[in-house]
């Protein structure tokens, strides 16, 4: 792999978290006209944080691109203590606020697995991220209940209660939801580029458990409302209508309303667009 590859690699990691947090209207987001439900972050949060992470995918290319063993969950164990550096680097960036955090995981991972694939072109990087992250949820979820309760994030305190895997869960399985919904959405995506990336994050609100709405809310009901939100926005015609495009404008309003944040749906969005800017479909 030579350096313009690597290069280009880390670009579209960084573009895809440029795109996303341009994409507007997005409820329970942030977005270049609105915070929604994010009164301590805005669009420059956003770049700032953006920024802060090119030498921390520059790493994650270099370790995929290097990896020559046969077990790849050692290579997942090379970039997980690169995250939490990243992760710092992310907070000095921000002022202390948790812009990227599940993006750092997350696209942390494409990028690593899309490098190490760049050597290995028979694997898809479904196959590689599922062989990077063999029994990650079994692990991580270990002796939870032993934890001193208020030690546990969102996500742990969710699986203890509900059984959710969340972010976890996706990534272990290689991102399901990026593979099947968000993808096949994008490529089909009619209008602009604005309009094609709404449709796919409504369609990826459809079809996912977002942890971090649910932690908003207090309870898992609200899954099963936002889905409906999704399906009812679709149903009116989605970016391509104006009633789809004012049901868009007032559910933003909705979700500020009731403090209701869709920051898993925003990783899936970044990830969907990292892979459609991959394979060249936007
Ligand atoms: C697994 C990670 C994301 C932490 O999980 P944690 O339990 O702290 O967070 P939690 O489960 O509450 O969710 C974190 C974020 O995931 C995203 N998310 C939520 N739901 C989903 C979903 N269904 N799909 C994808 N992403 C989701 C959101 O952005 C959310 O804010 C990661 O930060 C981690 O491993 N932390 C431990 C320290 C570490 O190793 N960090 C470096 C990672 S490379
Ligand atoms: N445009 C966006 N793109 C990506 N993620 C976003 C966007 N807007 C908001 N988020 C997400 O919102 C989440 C932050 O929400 P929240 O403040 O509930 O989480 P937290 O910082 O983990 O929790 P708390 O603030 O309660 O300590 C982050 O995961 C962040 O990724």
């Given amino acids: 792999m030579d350096e313009l590859a690597k290069n280009a690699l880390v670009g579209d990691a960084l573009k895809a978290l440029l795109y996303e947090v341009s994409v507007n209207p997005k409820p329970g987001l942030v977005d270049p006209v609105s915070s929604g439900p994010h009164p301590d972050m805005d669009v420059f949060t956003f770049i700032d944080s953006t920024v802060s992470l090119r030498q921390y995918f520059t790493s994650c290319v270099g370790q995929g691109a290097a990896f020559h063993g046969d077990d790849l969950r050692q290579l997942f164990g090379s970039i997980r203590p690169i995250g939490v550096q990243a992760e710092h680097e992310m907070f000095a960036a921000t002022n202390g606020v948790n812009t990227h955090k599940g993006a750092i995981f997350s696209l942390g991972i494409l990028v690593t697995a899309e490098a190490y694939r760049l050597n290995h072109q028979q694997l898809t990087v479904t196959n590689v991220v599922q062989l990077m992250l063999r029994g990650l949820t079994a692990s991580d ?33 290689g991102y399901p939801t990026v593979i099947s919904v968000g993808l096949p959405t994008l490529r089909a995506a009619k209008g602009n580029q604005n309009q094609r990336l709404l449709d796919t994050l409504m369609m990826l609100v459809g ?39 004012a049901f868009l404008t007032q559910l933003n309003q909705t979700f500020t309303d009731r403090n209701l944040s869709l920051g898993g749906s925003a990783d899936l969005l970044i990830l969907t667009i990292f892979l459609g800017l991959r394979e060249g479909i936007i």
């Fill in 141 to 173: 979820f270990k002796n939870l209940d032993r934890q001193p309760a208020d030690l546990l994030t969102a996500g742990e305190r969710q699986y203890l209660r509900y059984g959710t895997k969340g972010i976890r869960g996706e990534a272990e399985t």
């Fill in 207 to 245: 079809h996912s458990v977002d942890t971090n709405l649910v932690k908003r809310a207090g309870n898992e009901d609200v899954v099963e409302w936002a889905h409906v939100q999704a399906k009812r926005y679709f149903d009116l015609g989605g970016s391509q209508t104006e009633d789809g495009m």
